[in-house]
């Protein structure tokens, strides 16, 4: 007999393959983390100035008046990285500190805030694609506190059904551990880069060729995800791979809206030409859902 069999939404079988993949900083949340640079006053001399991710997404096209400390990015971006002995990486603390912020109305959510609770609510697959340095499992603890803190009880109810509708329809599990269990296998089966991290630097070099930029590692963490989602599919039947699938990106930073632009339109397009991409360029605070360009082909996976 199946175990919480209530609590199981089989209609997920008939629902569209659409996944997402998510820039965090100024998109999901805008965070507290502060790049600290240094500043060239008017009489030629340099002060210390810490900005926002939002700010230095205009300054760093000017390093006549912006440079890092001593000449290192490292020194600029140390609220980036995890710290060895922390009980609690900074991308969690601040995390908490805006999730707290949003929900008493004290902070505007990022543009694409509502499309990631809507995508867990859902139970979708997704990526979170990031320039920040910290390790996957600080990205994937903070994508768990977002769904104890933003989600409802009953929108919870909700993702847990359509979790386990997703392991009956696509697993054949006719049995389903516990809440806590499901969710962990849920969050595991996502992706979670930050591309300026050293081990997600060391595999890119081992599995590509080309420049380090924030850009090129982002263009390899998406193509990931989309390699990803066809393994997954391809587990449940050459079918799934049939029916429409679409990825959306999101990203506040313009410079990489446009490089992602470029990849999907060059590479990714004639790589996975059944698959409709969706880009989102939410760097517009007048636009609340981002201007969309999406890019589709015909069917035909090549696996």
């Not at 908490?96 to 509502?114: H, I």
């Not at 979170?128 to 996957?136: F, L």
């Not at 809440?179 to 996502?190: G, I, M, Q, R, S």
Request: aromatic letters at 10%; a negative charge; one cysteine or more.
């Amino acid at each position: 007999m199946t175990r919480h069999a209530k609590n199981v939404n089989l209609q997920v079988a008939e629902r569209d393959f659409k996944y997402y993949i998510f820039d965090w900083d100024d998109n999901i949340l805008h965070m507290p983390t502060r790049i600290h640079l240094e500043k060239r006053m008017p009489d030629g001399s340099w002060r210390p100035h810490s900005v926002s991710t939002a700010a230095f997404a205009v300054v760093r096209n000017d390093p006549e008046t912006y440079r890092p400390p001593g000449g290192e990015w490292a020194n600029a971006f140390v609220e980036f990285q995890d710290a060895a002995g922390e009980s609690e990486s900074r991308f969690l603390l601040d995390t908490r500190t805006s999730l707290e912020r949003v929900m008493a109305g004290a902070l505007a959510p990022g543009p694409s805030f509502e499309t990631l609770r809507e995508t867990l609510r859902e139970g979708r697959l997704f990526a979170i694609v990031t320039a920040r340095g910290h390790e996957s499992e600080s990205l994937k603890k903070a994508v768990r506190l977002f769904v104890d803190v933003v989600l409802t009880r009953a929108e919870r109810e909700e993702m847990m059904a359509n979790l386990r509708g997703y392991r009956a329809c696509f697993d054949g599990r006719t049995s389903f551990g516990t809440d806590e269990e499901e969710l962990t296998y849920y969050l595991d089966l996502n992706r979670y880069h930050a591309v300026t991290n050293p081990a997600f630097k060391r595999w890119m070099a081992e599995s590509s060729t080309g420049t380090a930029s924030s850009e090129h590692a982002k263009q390899f963490a998406i193509r990931d995800f989309v390699e990803h989602v066809i393994r997954i599919l391809s587990r449940a039947g050459s079918e799934s791979l049939r029916r429409p699938i679409s990825v959306g990106f999101s990203d506040d930073d313009i410079a990489n809206v446009r490089a992602v632009e470029r990849y999907i339109q060059e590479e990714l397009a004639r790589r996975f030409p059944g698959i409709k991409f969706c880009v989102y360029d939410t760097s517009d605070p007048a636009l609340p859902d981002g201007r969309k360009v999406t890019v589709s082909g015909q069917l035909d996976f090549g696996f």
